[in-house]
């Protein structure tokens, strides 16, 4: 069964940046046809979708492919670390509004299905 | 690309039927047949409850339907139980590999 689990600090200072990673167990990170996506929500506010990585070929390496949310512009950055199944966020710069509960998902792009992970909180203060 | 426009917050007794809107615009939702729903309960992982506008995944109640007409999707739940009570999110595909969430919808059950 598939399971998905976020790690990385709870707290970070203004001006650095956050770095999350999510574990995916019951599944490979490299499966056809998935791709594997950061979402955020702000404390009282509505889900923003942070961005999207995605692997093709049919060989190591793999191929990788990334999406991110405009209005974050160049401040996020996804890798991943095939050997663990894990995949990871950067998000740089970060200020007090970047305070929310970070989730990774799986996406099937082809019909928009996220299976999600439980969230981890990060807040942003000195 | 501006969020999705749900409702707050609705309300309805046990055993009715309760429908929160979905409104986005004609490069998201009424551009794609990638509308989905997500049931949350807070501190545990958002549930998808229906995929591609009004599919239903395995195991979801067919108590919970979607619809859609032009830029606005709907989720409506039926015979209304008190385990529904919780909050709802819509999402759409936003062109060029990116997504959208609604800012959430509260549903109480009376």
């Known amino acids: 069964q598939l399971h998905l689990q976020e790690s990385g600090p709870g707290l970070v200072k203004p001006s650095e940046t956050l770095s999350l990673t999510c574990t995916v167990s019951g599944g490979s990170i490299t499966s056809y046809n998935y791709y594997w996506a950061w979402i955020r929500q702000p404390p009282g506010k509505g889900l923003e979708w942070i961005g999207t990585?995605?692997?093709?070929?049919?060989?190591?390496?793999?191929?990788?492919?990334?999406y991110n949310n405009p209005s974050l512009k160049s401040r996020v950055s996804m890798s991943v670390d095939t050997s663990k199944n894990q995949f990871s966020l950067n998000l740089s710069s970060v200020t007090a509004a970047d305070t929310a509960v970070y989730y990774c998902?799986?996406?099937?792009?082809?019909?928009?299905?996220?299976?999600w992970g439980q969230g981890t909180l990060v807040t942003v203060s000195s | 690309q501006s969020a999705l426009t749900q409702p707050a917050s609705v309300s309805g007794s046990p055993g009715q039927s309760i429908t929160i809107s979905c409104t986005g615009t004609?490069?998201?939702?009424?551009?794609?047949?990638?509308v989905s729903w997500y049931q949350h309960l807070p501190g545990k992982a958002p549930k998808l409850i229906i995929y591609e506008d009004n599919k239903r995944p395995s195991g979801v109640s067919n108590r919970f339907s979607g619809s859609k007409s032009a830029n606005t999707a709907s989720l409506t739940i039926s015979g209304l139980q008190a385990e529904d009570e919780s909050d709802y999110y819509c999402c759409s595909h936003a062109g060029s590999h990116t997504w959208v969430f609604g800012g959430g919808t509260s549903l109480a059950v009376l």
């Open positions: 004609s490069s998201d939702v009424g551009n794609y047949n990638l």
């Open positions: 998902a799986r996406l099937i792009s082809g019909s928009g299905q996220f299976f």
């Open positions: 990585i995605y692997f093709f070929g049919s060989t190591y390496p793999f191929s990788k492919i990334t």
